[in-house]
């Protein structure tokens, strides 16, 4: 049986940087196993459904779990917004503990996608003095706005960077097995034995960066091997979908913007995630749960911009376990919606009544996913994240006149997983020796740009120690 260096589990943003610094590096003796298929195979079926405009990732041909699982990971399908900023997609400075550190990776992620030919058009630098205006505005709400500088790919140009990267490693002598779950890793003698449902794997060095949909996998195989994890908290709440006119103001001056504010009523933290002007909201299939997402395309444009809004909640003592806590919201969310994300006008879900099809057409905002059942968020996520949610909004109105229209869409539950956190040394290291972790299924990221930091900074520390 041939033995390799290094294993990477899992071929997202963070397993392939991680690859990528290896094989710079002269490590080639590296293999990669995705639980998905290739960018090939998951390419074309998504991309057919949305030209022809049958907006919805279930269209025929399309593995339901196709947008999380495969090679590019979750970021594939997304609308490859790439933040350059170290306080955006997970806490790098505080991970790195030191903001210029953070952002020296910062530049060092940016010029590796410049090498695999991502143009200098997609970077997106906010005017400063146009930002100190909305800074301003953010605060009349109570809020604080960040306005990271951005390299904004698009999803076709993300599809093909994947492409070109994870061409160039192959050719690098890097083996890359796709449709291959790692259900097992078993420590031996210095070396780790990963078990797949094809066959056993043998390696010096672990990178785990199975991503957000192997995060309960991840906290499984932490406890059987003893890696210390600590609880993270989790991110809850809606996707709103409202005319592109209402946001367009503000993602003229900052493509994605983040705002962040702390609620009155419960001094709970909520903030926008993933703003996609003139995109589509996408559903997320999990095992037994289904989520909604946000994507745009650089070519296929919609009328409207959608955005989430999330709401973190932190559990202490007895229940310290945010991805239960989460898995309970999603299912009850997905019972009742029939298996599909609920979708409600935003007036419904202030006023708690449930909307209904009728209701939806009449509403200005046509929904860019229709695979979704009407219905009363209301009764599916907690009542405080209801009240938090409602709230923003109604605060945000103040920035954006707009976004608190009755006639504005919610779609429901967007929830972001990050419990289970590894406890790493600063190259990624796990308390288990030769076992290191990257990305958001380890809890150390929240994007693209976050994972693939991690994923490097976890080859660099398998470097130290080969
Ligand atoms: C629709 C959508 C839009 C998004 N938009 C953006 C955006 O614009 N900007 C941004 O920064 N972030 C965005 N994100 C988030 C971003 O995609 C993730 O933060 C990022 O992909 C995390 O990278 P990762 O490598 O940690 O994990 P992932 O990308 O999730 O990759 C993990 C990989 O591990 C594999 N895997 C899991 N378990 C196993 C196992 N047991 N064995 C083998 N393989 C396994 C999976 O198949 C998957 O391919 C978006 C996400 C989605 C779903």
Known sequence: MREFDVAVVGAG???????????????KNVIIVDAGRSVEKRYCPLIAAHTSRELGITCAGCRPCNVLYGVGGAGLFSSGAINLHPQVGGDLAVLLKSFSRAEEM??????????????????????????????????????????????????????????KLTDYLVSEGVKLVTETVVTDIEPAGGRFKLVTNRGVIEAMRVILSPGRSGAAWFSEISKKLGVQTVPGPLDVGVRLE?????????????????????????????RTFCVNP???????????????????????????????????????????????????????ATKLGGGRPLIQRLGDLVSGRRS?????????????????????????????VVTDVVEAVERLDDMLPGLASPQNLVYAPEIKFYSVRAVVDDWMQTTVEGLFVAGDGAGLSR????????????????LKTL
């Open 242 to 270: 409202v005319p592109d006119y209402v946001m367009e103001p503000l993602v003229s001056v900052i493509d994605d913007p983040k705002v962040i504010m702390y609620t009155k009523t419960y001094d709970d933290k909520v």
């Open 278 to 332: 003139r995109g589509f909201v996408v559903a997320e299939r999990y095992n037994g749960y289904v989520a909604v997402n946000g994507m745009s395309y650089k070519e296929l444009r919609s009328r409207n911009t959608n955005l989430a809004l999330l709401v973190t909640v932190q559990l202490t003592d007895p229940l310290e376990d945010t991805v239960e806590y989460g898995r309970q919201i999603a299912m009850t």
């Open 106 to 163: 910062i530049r060092y992620l940016d010029s590796i996608l410049t090498k695999f030919g991502i143009s200098e058009d997609t970077l997106r630098v906010p005017n400063l003095e146009l930002v100190k205006e909305w800074e301003r505005r953010a605060a009349k709400a109570g809020a604080k706005l960040i306005a990271p500088a951005q390299r904004r790919l698009g999803t076709e140009a993300s599809i093909e960077f994947t492409k």
């Open 13 to 27: 943003p963070a397993g392939l940087f991680a690859t990528y610094e290896l094989v710079r590096h002269g490590l």
């Open 447 to 462: 994007g693209i740009n976050g994972a693939a930091i991690t994923g490097i900074l976890a080859a660099r520390g398998v």
């Open 356 to 384: 209904t099809w009728s209701r939806i057409d009449r509403s200005s905002v046509e929904p860019t996913l229709k695979d979704v059942t009407p219905g009363d968020i209301g009764m599916a996520l907690p009542y405080r």
